[in-house]
């Protein structure tokens, strides 16, 4: 098994910045690297972020490109997400993931548990 656990989310005004970070208790075998993913009151989760395990590949949401920052630390199986210009449309509760696929939340492997972002006006 693959333990994932999240931390850094709270309550910022709109325009703020978060960073919220995961780290993995190990590698899963064949993965890809770690991503993120959130999900908002009423709809479903969404892929915000990727990174392969050397950070030479990121993929990110339209939604939040030029806005968001994902990198990694491969040495301590650790991804972050630098969040700048928080809309309150960002609040959601953001789950880390990792696996073969981590850009479709069906086809994840691992989740953890969450931190919740919440955004204000």
């Known amino acids: 098994q693959v333990q994932l656990v999240e931390s850094g989310g709270g309550l910022v005004q709109a325009g703020g910045s978060l960073r919220l970070s995961c780290a993995a208790s190990r590698r899963a075998f064949s993965s890809y690297g770690m991503g993120w993913f959130r999900q908002a009151p009423g709809k479903e989760r969404e892929f915000v972020a990727a990174?392969?395990?050397?950070?030479?590949?990121?993929h990110y949401a339209d939604s939040v490109k030029g806005r968001f920052t994902i990198s990694m630390d491969g040495a301590k199986n650790t991804v972050y997400l630098q969040m700048d210009s928080l809309k309150p449309d960002d609040t959601a509760v953001y789950y880390c993931a990792t696996g073969r696929v981590v850009v479709r939340p069906t086809l994840v492997d691992y989740w953890g548990k969450g931190t919740l972002v919440t955004v204000s006006s």
């Open positions: 990174i392969s395990w050397s950070g030479g590949t990121t």
